[in-house]
Nanobody
């Protein structure tokens, strides 16, 4: 069974940067899509970015140009580099994984297509 652990959250001022990490362990899928989501209390979980076993990368419109997803296959870790952070980026950030790639439309943005989740890491951006 796959397990995911996020790290790297914290508090930052507007305009600042953070890098989140998500490390996978256990029986990681050969073909996978790992994605970052975020959620504000009372709101839907929003898909931000995804990266798959084939190196395909996808981004949501709200973070395109500000956030960068990357992976280190040796460390089984996916990163989310976040720049130009704004107060509206304040949320709990989760990573998730599924057993097929990120291609095939916008399904990577939907939480229902991911079966394994980390516990999340809080990001707080102050003005």
């Amino acid at each position: 069974q796959v397990q995911l652990v996020e790290s790297g959250g914290g508090s930052v001022q507007a305009g600042g940067s953070l890098r989140l990490s998500c490390t996978a362990s256990g029986d990681v899928y050969k073909n996978y899509c790992m994605a970052w989501f975020r959620q504000v209390s009372g709101m839907e979980r929003e898909g931000l970015a995804g990266i798959d076993y084939d190196g395909q990368i996808v981004y949501g419109d709200s973070v395109k140009g500000r956030f960068t997803i990357s992976q280190d296959n040796v460390k089984s870790t996916v990163y989310l580099q976040m720049t130009s952070l704004q107060p509206e980026d304040t949320a709990t950030y989760f990573c998730a994984i599924r057993g097929w790639g990120c291609s095939g439309g916008a399904s990577w943005r939907e939480k229902r297509f991911f079966g394994v989740w980390g516990r999340g890491t809080q990001v707080t951006v102050s003005s």
